[in-house]
């Protein structure tokens, strides 16, 4: 039994920019000059601001989650089931997965995948043990994995069968939801060549070190050493064995990565373009200035640059808005040993909630480029899962109405107009558990750099914030510092961040079911403030397993009014600047790349 019923489609913002008309085409130094398609063998694609890509290994660390960084190994190591919206539908991509089929059987708690014929590029065949390796590495070593989360995969498979070369069953732990299983579970699985990758060092012997716990270990520990070490990707021998179209032809520690056309690829998704160049900036103007000069294929522009379209379009370029299916949000940090009792206070976390002004932010800071996003479940697309609490904002911006929660719990302002708890204790009216008499209004903001969108998003929020009573400082860092930061506290270090922000492409980006379990379970990597309420992990966990369209809409809901974190407007992922004469197909909502769909039509 196979299904196809995981397609959903996606609404883009901005409609009446979604394609702008072409004009003159630029001659500048990049590969869109006057060579023919034929002649053009290379294409360039600009990074996000302060998105070096820093990791290769298909299994990642919690730090290295980056959407680029999963974009890119995924032209090298293709996922067993591939799920993007390149066509203009979320489903599952064949072609480009290493699956080629699957069927469950009658109690639904077996599935039974056949891999496509895929060879690695040193020649040999990819099979179920190199499905099995992926399995054995994360099963002993989950704590480790960036997309761990607790019970889930691979806790829930309780037998992993070969039934041949090509052939496997994976029996799990009990009937889950098929859309949950196809789409979040078994899209986290990447075969890798266990034939080159099961040893503990660069000259130790290949064996089957995986299958028990301490082999596993180490094998990983020596993978994610290799892993490290960015300046060797392109010659590190691992990194070379293959299956997917693409393969590395060089990496800087600056994040400029150029990969080229694996020749011993097997599959059916071949490049059109041979050679891909990923560009890293620092800046949004450093980027915009590459664009002008022409030597840039594939980038961005600042959404205020969408008021100066014509700039872009005389030099060649067509403006494409690529929405995601994601959401945006500021992690409160509960753990913080002297902050996280303020953020744990549901009528603080409302009150901060009630000051941010997500319609105007989105209509003049991001100039349309963002929407409003007052939930888990994204708001760009149509979703049976939105429930109308989300869809109607259970807390509009209303200052007023945040500043009368302070004060309706304890909180006065001083004569410089800053709030301060004078009634401290557990009792209905005052601060809270964990408040002292006297403490401060005041949190600490984190934020990804690079950005004049955000910067001034970030600006718009503190004004709010301090017309009611509460001081928020700013802390601008790139992305990845950002990402390091918000995974201290559950790495051993410092704990004392309060709130973090890298969502300037948005924050998470879903597979084609929405589900919380990596973000807003207890006993997840990517629960960064480490929420915790027992309604909410019910209704997250129930996600996973029930078909009943309503458990949706009930997380939707419960998360869009408890809290967990600041819903902040949503952008879109990047502006688009595409040269003229270069196809990009649909840009995935999910926010991968699939460069080997790219090609040049002139």
């Known amino acids: 039994m196979r299904t196809q019923t995981l397609r959903r489609r996606m609404l883009a913002p901005l409609g009446a920019l979604a394609v702008a008309t072409l004009a003159l085409t630029a001659c500048g130094a990049g590969t869109g000059g006057n060579e023919s398609a034929a002649e053009k063998d290379t294409v360039s694609f600009a990074l996000q601001v302060g998105t070096g890509p820093n990791w290769i290994l298909p299994i990642s660390t919690p730090d290295k989650m980056a959407t680029h960084n999963s974009a890119i190994k995924a032209t090298m190591w293709p996922r067993l089931f591939e799920y993007n919206g390149v066509d203009g539908e979320m489903g599952w991509d064949e072609t480009a997965s290493a699956a080629k089929s699957y069927e469950f059987s009658e109690d639904q708690k077996t599935i039974t995948i056949t891999l496509n014929d895929l060879d690695w590029s040193d020649g040999e065949p990819v099979t179920s043990r190199d499905v099995e390796f992926w399995y054995n590495l994360v099963r002993f070593n989950g704590e480790k994995t960036g997309g761990y989360s607790a019970g889930l995969m691979p806790d829930n498979v309780t037998a992993f069968t070969t039934i041949d070369d090509k052939t496997f069953s994976l029996t799990m732990d009990k009937v889950y939801n098929e859309e949950f299983l196809l789409g979040n579970q078994l899209s986290l699985i990447y075969p890798m060549p266990q034939h080159v990758w099961d040893k503990t060092s660069a000259d130790g012997e290949v064996g089957d070190l995986d299958r028990d716990a301490a082999g596993a270990t180490q094998v990983l520990d020596y993978l994610y050493s290799e892993a490290e070490d960015m300046k060797t990707y392109a010659t590190n021998d691992l990194w070379k064995t293959v299956a997917g179209p693409y393969t590395v032809k060089s990496w800087s520690d600056s994040g400029l990565v150029e990969l080229t056309e694996n020749k011993k690829y097997t599959g059916e998704d071949k490049p059109s373009i041979p050679n891909v160049r990923f560009l890293p900036f620092t800046s949004a103007d450093a980027e915009m200035n590459v664009v002008r000069s022409g030597e840039v294929d594939y980038g961005y522009v600042t959404s205020s640059q969408l008021t100066n379209e014509k700039q872009f379009t005389d030099l ?128 600490v903001v984190t934020t990804q750099n690079g950005s004049q969108e955000t910067d001034n998003m970030m600006a718009e929020i503190q004004s709010s914030l301090g017309k009611i009573g509460v001081k928020m400082t700013i802390d601008s860092k790139p992305l990845d510092t950002v990402l390091t930061q918000a995974q201290e506290c559950k790495t051993g270090s410092a704990c004392t961040w309060e709130l973090v922000f890298f969502g300037t492409a948005g924050s998470w980006y879903f597979p084609p079911y929405a589900t919380g379990e990596r973000v807003f379970a207890k006993d997840t990597k990517w629960n960064a403030g480490q929420y915790d309420n027992p309604q909410a992990e019910e209704l997250v966990q129930a996600m996973a397993f029930s078909t009943d369209p309503e458990i949706a809409k009930k997380y939707s809901e419960f998360l869009a009014t408890d809290l967990p974190v600041m819903w902040m407007p949503n952008p879109v992922y990047q502006v688009s600047v595409v040269r003229d004469g270069l196809d990009i197909a649909h840009q995935d909502p999910g926010a991968s790349f699939l460069p080997q769909r790219w090609s040049w039509t002139k």
């Open 316 to 443: 060649g370029y067509s403006i494409e808005p690529w929405a995601g299916w994601s959401i945006t949000y500021m992690p409160y940090n509960f753990a913080n040993p002297e902050k996280g009792a303020f953020y744990k206070q549901l009528y603080v976390r409302q009150a901060l909630q009630h000051a941010i002004d997500q319609e105007t932010i989105s209509e003049v800071v991001w100039h349309g480029a963002a929407t409003p996003d007052y939930g888990p479940i994204p708001q760009t697309a149509d979703s049976n899962g939105l429930s109308d609490v989300q869809k109607n904002n259970p807390y509009p911006f209303d200052l007023k109405a945040a500043e009368k929660l302070f004060t309706d719990n304890g909180w006065e302002k001083d004569s410089d107009g800053n709030l301060s708890c004078v009634d401290a204790g557990t009792d209905a009216g005052q601060c809270g558990e964990g408040i002292a008499a006297g403490e401060k209004a005041e949190i």
